[in-house]
């Protein structure tokens, strides 16, 4: 499968410098957006926690085209950020975003009694939110392992950055992802 982790850039500054209503509002239509583009492309939405979003890809089934779809989707969540402005108007400061992406075997399924989720677990769920850690503001950071998925595909192209410190990994090649 395929784990897509994004996160806002500076988030708790900005919750600092706006009111509780302002960050809910804020979560709240960039969520939306998100949901719809999580659609479009037919992938599963894990979880919000906080301001970091989570989609896996090739969940509940098998999808041979799942690392090229959250590919598409986060492509696609970048560039519906671009204008995207904290109260909605145009003297407001843009919202920035990182994305990481990471292919791998998880474990899923539901837990808990008091509000059972289904949910995903594993070391790709971990690496997912370490490669989305050391992304760049408005960029979409992605592993070794999901670059060797998408390299031969001309819809893409990647800048190869400097190796990154991934906890508890170790040094890694990261890529950034671009479309062609």
Known sequence: VTVLFSDIVGFTPLCAE??????????????????????????????????????????????????????????????????????????????????????????????????PLFSVYGDTVNTASRIESTSLPMCINVSQTTHAHLAKNTRYRFEERQQVELKGKGKTNTYLLYRA
């Open 18 to 115: 706006h009111t509780p209503f302002e960050v809910v509002n804020l979560l709240n239509r960039m969520y939306i957006l998100f949901d719809e583009i999580t659609d479009r492309f037919g992938l599963y939405k894990i979880e919000t926690i906080g301001d970091a979003y989570m989609v896996v890809g090739g969940i509940p089934e098998a999808d041979p085209h799942g690392v090229e779809k959250v590919a598409d989707m986060a492509l696609d969540m970048l560039e519906a950020m671009r204008d995207f402005r904290i109260d909605n108007t145009p003297d407001s400061d843009l919202v920035q975003v990182r994305l990481g992406i990471h292919t791998g075997p998880v474990v899923g399924g539901v837990v808990g009694t008091k509000v």
